[in-house]
Nanobody, 123 residues
Framework: QVHVVESGGGLVQAGGSLRLSCTAS????????VGWFQQAPGKEREFVAA????????SVAASVKGRFTISRDNVKNTVYLQMNSLKPEDTAVYYC????????????????WGQGTQVTVSS
């Protein structure tokens, strides 16, 4: 069983930055594709970014392109989501997910999910 854990969320003013981290126990995260998804109150879970096992392929949602960057350090068993120029509409719970398929913008291919970390951006 793989246990995924997110950290790094918090309250930040608009224009600020946060870096989310995703780690895993039970099995190294390096064997998985990892995705980040966001879910705001009353909304569906939406794709934010994904990264391949090696880190050589990444995908970022159009809504955050140029502001958010996904990366990974397989030595540290960690995937990061660097979020810059944050906007109030970025406010959501952010989930990290690990899967055995290639990077996907859909939640379905991801097998293991964390509990989420809250990001709140004030105006």
């Amino acid at each position: 069983q793989v246990h995924v854990v997110e950290s790094g969320g918090g309250l930040v003013q608009a224009g600020g930055s946060l870096r989310l981290s995703c780690t895993a126990s039970g099995r190294t995260l390096s064997v998985y594709t990892v995705g980040w998804f966001q879910q705001a109150p009353g909304k569906e879970r939406e794709f934010v970014a994904a990264i391949s096992r090696s880190g050589g392929t990444t995908s970022v949602a159009a809504s955050v392109k140029g502001r958010f960057t996904i990366s990974r350090d397989n030595v540290k068993n960690t995937v990061y989501l660097q979020m810059n120029s944050l906007k109030p509409e970025d406010t959501a719970v952010y989930y990290c997910a690990a899967g055995s398929s290639g990077p996907s913008t859909w939640p379905g291919p991801y097998d293991y999910w964390g509990q989420g970390t809250q990001v709140t951006v004030s105006s």
